[in-house]
């Protein structure tokens, strides 16, 4: 009994303590926030007097603790917006996890959490969702990327090894092993990073070689003007069947140079592409393009204005980060594989996920392979009027279409 007493007295003491320790630890919290407001001046004056702000709350969550703080009328948020990296080394926090914003009172947010340097695949929600796991910020709360959302087109930047291979494999196995869309694939090196996917029912074309990337725009941007045609027969705005996704791993192979053999070929590539990037969202065509050498030659203006969300990894410098998502934010991120700012609205740094090739090939070695509903093509050349053009006949799930696009004389 005695023996009892003593440990249930112990567990007693303890908890006291942790609660008082818990109390000095808000409280000195609070009076840091409120002595650092001070040095700051942010507060109002009335003759000798001034008004601070006041902490309503303080709540603990498993990234850290969030401070509700009300503002003296008069005393606009933004000033404290504006010297929120001042306000956070002045409490001797790093400013990078301490996050402010203004809703009916200053929210301010100190995480304390580590934030996760690898994080394991994870599937896609449904067969029947296009949103696609992206990461988790800071908090530990998971952030995804939907195909048929507000933002469907996506732009991936980031020097080598920083994970933009990596992120294109996740997207992929999880949309293969969910909705399965229509995919066009673009990898001209040879195939070596997208070409696990290749014999893949849903992937309808993997592109290699230039010519191969022009046949298969030409033939999504057909697509795109059936779709719409048959939008405007029904009377629709928006499609609501299956999605076509073309994915390019490196923008940067169709960047023009000086006495470039292949410059009209590229041209006519970059062409279709901003035109799909223009048109392709309310019919339920996507683009995601990619690269390791973000410049202003390769990520084109006229493209970028058409991409509302990016994904950019450690770039090595500042310009290379604003050219994918318009801040310095990347340029700072640290030499950590899979880190990342995501870029919508706003920005946001998240850890992504990570899968290998091995693993992938796994996942994917059920799915429906390319059998009689493989995509064929036929290049016949044909005389019209004085110009040759390129007729593209094509099969698909026993269907015959024909195509007829400008041929592109090398």
């Known amino acids: 009994m005695f023996a009892i007493g003593f440990g249930l007295v112990c567990a007693s003491v303890c908890t006291l303590v942790h609660n008082y320790l818990s109390s000095l630890s808000s409280l000195s ?11 700051l001046r942010l507060y109002l004056e009335y003759g000798n007097d001034i008004a601070l702000p006041t902490i309503n709350d303080e709540i603990t969550f498993d990234w850290g603790k969030r401070l509700l703080v009300h503002l003296p009328s008069g005393l606009p948020s933004a000033k404290f917006l504006e010297k929120r990296e001042a306000l956070a080394e002045a409490m001797r926090i790093n400013p990078n996890r301490f996050h402010m ?18 994080l394991p695949y994870r599937p896609s929600e449904s067969t029947h969702s296009y949103r696609v796991f992206i990461g988790v910020n800071e908090r530990g709360e998971a952030r995804y990327y939907d195909f048929a959302g507000k933002y469907p087109h996506l732009l991936i ?25 229509d995919l066009y694939l673009c990898d001209l ?25 022009l046949i298969a725009l030409n033939i999504v941007e057909s697509e795109m003007k059936r779709r719409y045609a048959a939008m405007l027969a029904s009377g629709t705005q928006e499609w609501h069947g299956k999605r076509l996704i073309f994915v390019v791993d490196e923008l ?29 969202r309310a019919a339920g065509v996507i683009i995601v393009l990619a690269t390791q050498r973000p410049s202003a030659d ?43 700012v995501w870029q919508t609205a706003f920005n946001e740094t998240l850890q992504a996920p990570f899968i290998s090739a091995a693993d992938a090939r796994k996942l994917i070695a059920g799915l429906p392979q390319k059998g009689s509903e493989n995509t064929e093509f036929v290049t016949v050349i044909i005389d019209k009027e004085d110009h040759q053009h390129e007729r593209h006949k094509y099969e698909n799930s026993g269907e015959i279409r024909t195509l007829e696009s400008n041929i592109i004389e090398l």
Not at 29 to 39: G, V, W
Not at 189 to 213: D, P, W, Y
Not at 322 to 338: H, K, M, T
């Open 189 to 213: 090196k040879g195939g070596v990073e997208l070409g696990i996917f290749r014999n893949l029912a849903c992937v309808k074309h993997l592109a290699t070689e230039l010519s191969q990337v």
């Open 29 to 39: 919290l609070s009076n840091s926030f409120l002595a650092s407001c001070k040095k």
């Open 101 to 118: 914003r203004y809703d009916d009172g200053l929210i301010i947010d100190i995480v304390t959490a580590d934030f996760p340097k690898m």
């Open 252 to 280: 940067a192979d169709f960047k023009t140079r000086a006495g470039d053999p292949d410059a009209k070929l590229k041209n006519e590539i970059k062409s279709v592409t901003t035109r799909l990037s223009a048109k392709g």
């Open 298 to 340: 390769v990520v084109d203006g006229l493209i970028k204005t058409n991409i509302a969300a990016s994904i950019c990894f450690r770039t090595r410098d500042a310009v290379q980060s604003r050219i994918v998502i318009d801040s310095d934010a990347a340029a700072n991120l640290p030499d950590i594989p899979g880190r990342l």
């Open 157 to 181: 930047g980031g020097i080598s090894g920083g994970g933009k291979s990596v992120m294109l494999r996740n997207i992929l196995t999880q949309l293969v092993t969910g909705p399965a869309p």
